[in-house]
């Protein structure tokens, strides 16, 4: 069985600067980066049947991102609080703004959810296409 929420939360991530890759082997998400950082020794990649057993793991960039904080706005019932969020990714420094705006509408927990919910499915689209 895959471990979909590690996946997810691999996806959302948001740190381009590690490598997480799925281990289709063991079915377990696994950081890719210095073994003094980890804990963990890196993969091999010049075993050659490392090419076909790691596959990186999507991430999220800025552009998609944006479109689903976005989506966020829209999805909203308060036609108040969506006007917040409109308004704070129309700052320089959105996600900044953004980050805001949850903590002055208090919808940390209804972005939490709308966020892991569209990760869900674009890792289960990848999974699939695997």
Do not use: Q
């Not at 069985?1 to 490598?19: C, P, Q, R, W």
């Not at 049947?49 to 800025?62: I, N």
């Not at 829209?74 to 704070?88: G, I, M, N, Q």
């Amino acid at each position: 069985m895959h471990d979909v929420e590690a996946l997810i939360d691999a996806y959302l991530e948001g740190d381009h600067s590690f490598a997480f890759y799925y281990d289709l082997a063991e079915k377990k998400v696994v950081l890719d980066e210095d073994p003094a950082i980890t804990g963990e020794p890196g993969i091999d990649w010049d075993d050659e049947e490392s090419d076909e057993r790691y596959m990186a793991v999507p991430k999220m960039d800025s552009f998609e991102a944006y479109k689903l904080r976005e989506s966020f706005a829209e999805s909203l019932d308060s036609e108040k609080a969506a006007e917040v969020f409109r308004l704070a990714l129309s700052h320089k420094k959105p996600f900044r703004h953004f980050k805001d705006a949850l903590y002055e509408t208090e919808l940390w927990d209804e972005w939490n959810a709308f966020e892991h919910s569209y990760a869900k499915k674009e890792i289960e689209k990848w999974l699939k296409a695997l």
